[in-house]
């Protein structure tokens, strides 16, 4: 009921190996001039009470990054109010590309990873956020991770 990706669409291995960047489970720096957090794409399941997710990576403003960073284990840093950022995650399952898409980040309390919720346009993915999935499309989507083809990738 969740898949994750491992860095931004913008990572390059290359760049652990310098100062000016890093990637952890949860934050990103590429260059010391772009910002990343994870955080959690989530659509309900049609019929049931469940929540799929996508793991995915937002690019955010330098300010925004840096108070998510000093706020990200302090207690009650659920009050902040979310940040705009863009996503950065291509999920080769939807179509137009999802990179870039606006989306705003409700930071949750302590040890959740942020809800990302994107902004009400027409691209199939908000479509989904804002009216849910069936079991049928969970299945679709895990074949199509598990046992990509060369349409997928």
């Given at each position: ?6 860095a ?7 760049f652990?190996?310098t100062?000016?960047s ?19 794409v ?13 793991a995915?990576?937002?690019?955010l403003?330098?300010?925004?990054f ?9 207690p ?22 999802t990179?870039n ?8 309390p302590?040890?959740?990873?942020p809800?990302?919720?994107l902004?009400?346009t027409d691209h199939?993915l908000?479509?989904?956020q804002?009216?849910?999935i069936?079991?049928d499309?969970?299945r679709?989507?895990?074949?199509a991770v ?8």
């Open positions: 009921m969740n898949y994750s990706a491992t931004p669409y913008y990572w390059d291995p290359s652990t190996d100062d000016d890093l990637l952890s489970s949860d934050q990103c720096v590429i260059k010391a001039e772009h910002y990343f957090v994870k955080g959690l989530e659509i309900p399941v049609i019929g049931s009470d469940d929540v799929f997710s996508w995915v990576w937002v690019t403003s330098r300010e925004n840096s108070r998510a960073a000093d706020m990200w284990e302090t009650g840093r659920e009050a902040e109010s979310p940040y705009f950022g863009w996503l950065s995650t291509e999920l080769s399952l939807y179509s137009p590309s990179i898409l606006k989306t705003h980040v409700h930071i949750r302590v040890g959740q990873r809800f990302i919720e902004e009400p199939p908000a479509v989904e804002r009216n849910g069936t079991l499309r969970i679709e989507i895990a074949e598990l046992h990509p083809t060369s349409e997928d990738t």
